[in-house]
């Protein structure tokens, strides 16, 4: 049997979250300062992620002459 909380936990601090205005990303913050840190970090992680996927596979560009 699983168990269920309804509190949830700030990801920077791990203080309990309350006010849904620092929901980042899913995780509920203690306060606006850990939600935009929270929100730096997320972002920071997709940009590695996508720069370690490789270049961009689409085809260059065609130059159209003028």
């Known amino acids: 049997m699983t ?3 309804t509190e949830r936990y700030c990801p920077i601090c791990g ?3 309350t006010d849904p205005a ?3 990303f ?3 913050a203690c ?3 850990h939600a935009e ?3 730096k970090e997320v972002r920071d992680q997709k940009v590695r992620a996508h720069a370690a996927a490789g270049p961009d596979q689409r085809l ?3 130059m159209s002459g003028g």
């Open 3 to 5: 168990v269920q909380t």
């Open 15 to 17: 203080k309990p979250g």
């Open 22 to 24: 620092y929901n980042r």
């Open 26 to 28: 899913g995780e509920l």
């Open 31 to 33: 306060s606006d300062a």
């Open 37 to 39: 840190e929270f929100a």
């Open 60 to 62: 260059p560009r065609q």
